[in-house]
Nanobody, 114 residues
């Protein structure tokens, strides 16, 4: 199983970023996918989840209405479009899949600062 995140960076408050996760080594279409984040000094929290077909999505209250999760089962990718970014969104963002255990990417840093 391999998950590789990309798209992080430094952005001003109110800005946008699009994170992408490229997945390999398992049957991507068979599993729900998740994005988590971990801010400095805090635990890892679930940000967004998407079902196998993409028909069902769930979001943390803190990002609802600002972030959108999507997936492309032909390309084995899951994206997180982040709009209206706030300083409190600063964190390392991780792609996650639960197979027989939890699998994580290496993470991508998102910093929201003026």
């Amino acid at each position: 199983v391999r998950l590789v995140e990309s798209g992080g960076g430094l952005v001003q408050p109110g800005g946008s970023l699009r994170l992408s996760c490229a997945a390999s080594g398992f049957s991507f279409i068979s599993y729900a996918m998740n994005w988590y984040r971990q801010a400095p000094g805090k635990g890892r929290e679930l940000v967004a989840a998407i079902s196998r077909t993409g028909g069902d999505t769930n979001y943390a209250d803190s990002i609802k209405g600002r972030f959108t999760i999507s997936r492309d089962n032909a390309k084995n990718t899951v994206d997180l479009q982040m709009n209206g970014l706030k300083p409190e969104d600063t964190a390392v963002y991780y792609c996650n899949v639960r197979l027989f255990g939890n699998y994580w990417g290496q993470g991508t840093q998102v910093t929201v600062s003026s």
